[in-house]
């Protein structure tokens, strides 16, 4: 393509507002432009790189068996109400009236759209198990979008779903699909971990976070120096070496008994009503019950609370006293404001320590955010040590390191979840009228192009791994108006391009620097110069990242670029 009559709108500046380099050199190199915060454009080159993003993506669900579909982004609210969403989801769901005033949301993510699918569509076994994805964009009103396009408020995501009949199938389906992200990850390049992730107090069983290993990450990982392990530090146990404080007490253990389940089966238990959306869980050390009880999306801060258990902050409570304390917090909750917000029913002891060190409400049971260390001091328990730097991994191998991540990617095994909000059941092998077992799988798309030039750039600008290139070759006429250099130009032009290589031709009538500058920024892997040694059928190539420069006859420029 001429360069003269693409769009390829060049910076000298960026806004202040870029912090990052993706940020910066996205906007700089004219590959993507800013229409709302967190809302962008994406220029041609921008869109060259994210189409051959998709391409990976999509050969890799097809090759692990996920069908592609399309699901769209209007969605009704009565959806979103039914599995409790339309709450939980709180200001980052998008939501929207038509002309009837009847509520939709837009598409933050698919879960009760698929469900709602495939409930409808498929009603026996022998279609599973059933994997669809598609590339999408998704809506989500970030409370801070920041970063370019890693965190955008309409970004393009791939998102895939599975549904089966038991555990195992999941089981298997989930190892594919993870597999299919490395290979994705792989295809693009990119130095990354997958860890453990954050299941939240009520998810699926496990949840695996692909991290880009980059210092811009928002989130820590704790990983082993010599062996596979790696968790979000979320999720890394808090205390490596935790002494208990009293003898007696052991490792905590998820209580799995319909009262505990889900927070309307506890309600319903207990005779109380309560907002749509809660969630709970108990943990039960020997004869002691803890309830845990979360609102909002916000299941990260559930396992930060089991932390503290873990860590023995809190003390436990007696059942007597945690099911005392259901029935005041109940009365207290009230119409909240949940976002961000977890709530803690224990005993008296959270309590105080609640309202010492967190600055909790009167009743005592909501606290914000917990996150030991920040918000009250852990110093002062003195048998509590938070996992570090340097600690011995918890797979018995190695020594713990840090690293800042970005998560591009997240496989989750949902469980029965969604199936039972929506109804979604099929008959099984036995006949029998049975809920779907679900998993989901997330790859911010626009998020890993972003990632990608996180880790592929330098001072001059971007540069890219070949399977994201948005061009395989930049020609550069250094001299439009000497006629025998145009002449080679665009003789090596057509050459290429009938050879099959994607070119990009710079025949503007600019100066040199100006060519060289836009080129480096822009980052095709291979430059080829037409310049003073035309007349000799003579160009000067150079590799945007190695810098390794030579003189080529182009008769041997094919060869030398294929
Ligand atoms: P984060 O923790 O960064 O907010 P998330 O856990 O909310 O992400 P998921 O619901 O797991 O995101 O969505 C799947 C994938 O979509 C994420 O792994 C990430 O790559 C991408 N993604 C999520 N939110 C955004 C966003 N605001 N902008 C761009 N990509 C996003
Ligand atoms: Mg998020
Ligand atoms: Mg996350
Ligand atoms: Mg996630």
Redesign the pocket.
């Known amino acids: 393509m001429r360069q003269s009559n693409m769009l390829i709108p060049t910076l000298r500046e960026v806004p202040k507002e870029a912090e990052i380099a993706s940020h910066q050199l996205l906007l700089k190199a004219g590959y993507i432009r800013k229409l709302a915060s967190g809302v962008y454009n994406f220029l041609p080159l921008g869109k060259r790189v994210l189409r051959n993003l998709e391409k990976i993506v999509r050969e890799e669900m097809d090759r692990a068996g996920a069908q592609e579909i399309q699901m769209p982004s209007l969605q009704p609210a009565e959806l979103w109400e039914t599995s409790g969403r339309w709450d939980t989801m709180g200001l980052e769901l998008m939501r929207l009236n038509d002309r009837h005033e009847r509520p939709f949301a837009l598409g933050a ?1 698919h879960e009760e759209v698929v469900t709602s699918l495939i409930r409808d569509e498929i009603n026996s076994y022998k279609k599973l198990p059933l994997t669809v994805y598609q590339i999408q964009t998704k809506y ?1 009103d ?1 409370k801070r ?1 920041r970063f370019g ?5 309409e ?1 393009l ?1 791939k998102d895939a779903y599975s549904f089966h009949e038991d555990f195992d199938s999941l089981d298997e389906t989930y190892d594919q699909l993870f597999n299919a992200y490395k290979r994705v990850f792989e295809r693009c390049g990119l130095n990354f971990r997958a860890v453990i992730a954050d299941s939240g107090a009520m998810g699926g069983k496990d949840t695996h ?1 692909f991290m880009v290993l980059s210092d811009v990450g ?1 989130d820590t990982i704790a990983y082993s120096d010599t062996s596979e392990y790696a968790a979000n530090v979320e999720m890394a146990p808090v205390v490596t070496q935790y002494e208990p404080r009293n003898e007696e007490q052991k490792p905590l253990e998820k209580v799995e008994t319909p009262n505990a389940k889900t927070m309307q089966e506890v309600a319903d238990y207990l005779g109380h009503s309560l907002a749509e959306g809660m969630k709970a869980i108990m943990f039960k050390v020997d004869e002691r019950l803890v309830l845990v009880v979360t609102r909002g999306d916000h299941e990260v801060n559930d396992v930060k609370v089991k932390n503290l258990f873990d860590a023995g902050i809190v003390e436990l409570a007696t059942e007597q006293e945690t099911l005392d304390a259901i029935g005041a917090g109940f009365g207290s909750l009230g119409p909240i404001n949940v976002e961000e917000t977890v709530e803690v029913i224990a005993d008296q002891a959270v309590k105080s320590l609640v309202n010492a060190t967190c600055g909790a409400n009167e009743n005592g049971y909501h606290f914000k955010n917990v996150n030991p260390d920040r918000d009250f001091e852990v110093s002062q328990y003195a048998d509590l040590r938070f996992i570090e730097e340097g600690d011995p991994s918890p797979d018995g191998q190695g020594t713990i390191q840090f690293a800042k991540g970005i ?4 496989v989750f095994k949902l469980g029965s979840l969604y199936a039972d909000k929506l109804g979604a059941s099929f008959l099984n092998q036995q006949g029998r009228s049975q809920n779907y077992v679900m998993g989901c799988y ?3 798309v ?3 192009l972003a990632a990608v030039v996180e880790q592929y750039h330098d001072d001059h600008g971007m540069f890219w791994p070949d399977s994201l290139v948005p061009f395989d070759v930049h020609i550069i006429n250094l001299n439009a108006k000497k006629e025998e250099q145009v002449e080679v130009a665009e003789q090596v032009y057509e050459q290429l391009q009938s050879k099959g290589f994607d070119v990009l031709y710079d025949d503007r009538q600019e100066r040199a620097g100006v060519k060289f500058n836009d080129s480096d920024l822009i980052g095709v892997t291979h430059r080829v110069t037409i310049g003073k040694r035309a007349h000799e059928g003579y160009v000067e190539y150079k590799h945007r990242k190695t810098g390794e420069q030579q003189d080529i006859h182009i008769d041997e420029l094919v060869d030398f670029l294929k």
Do not use: A, K, Q, S
Not at 149 to 153: K, W
Not at 407 to 410: F, I, L, S, T
């Open positions: 993510t989500r970030e979008p396009l890693l965190r955008g408020r970004f995501m976070e928002e998560e591009v990617g997240h997330g790859i911010g626009t998020r890993t």
